[in-house]
């Protein structure tokens, strides 16, 4: 059984900074893709970053340029840096790993961006 612990969200006002930690423990074997989606509230969960094993990054259009997605894979952990957050970017934050061939997700962290 693989779990994730997140860690990192809060509230913040606009132009500021947050970073998210999501960490994998138990019995994992391998760990391949590694992502973080948001949810906003009556909206569907969204895919705002992710990170291959061999470091390739993916990024929503809406986040290009203010956040940034990083692996520790002696950690098996996964960051997401967030610079210059809108209101916009308020949300339920989720990380999600591939970890022996299978997905998990994390519990969630709400980070709240005021104006």
């Known amino acids: 059984q693989v779990q994730l612990v997140e860690s990192g969200g809060g509230l913040v006002q606009a132009g500021g900074s947050l970073r998210l930690s999501c960490a994998a423990s138990?019995?994992?074997?391998?760990?391949?893709?590694m992502g973080w989606y948001r949810q906003a509230p009556g909206k569907q969960r969204e895919l705002v970053a992710s990170?291959?094993?061999?470091?390739?990054?993916h990024y929503a259009d809406s986040v290009k340029g203010r956040f940034t997605i990083s692996r520790d894979n002696a950690k098996n952990t996964v960051y997401l840096q967030m610079n210059s957050l809108k209101p916009e970017d308020t949300a339920v934050y989720y990380c999600?790993?591939?970890?022996?061939?299978?997905?998990?997700w994390g519990q969630g962290t709400q980070v709240t961006v005021s104006s």
């Open positions: 999600e790993i591939n970890a022996n061939f299978q997905y998990y």
């Open positions: 138990g019995s994992i074997f391998s760990i391949n893709a």
């Open positions: 990170i291959a094993t061999d470091g390739n990054t």
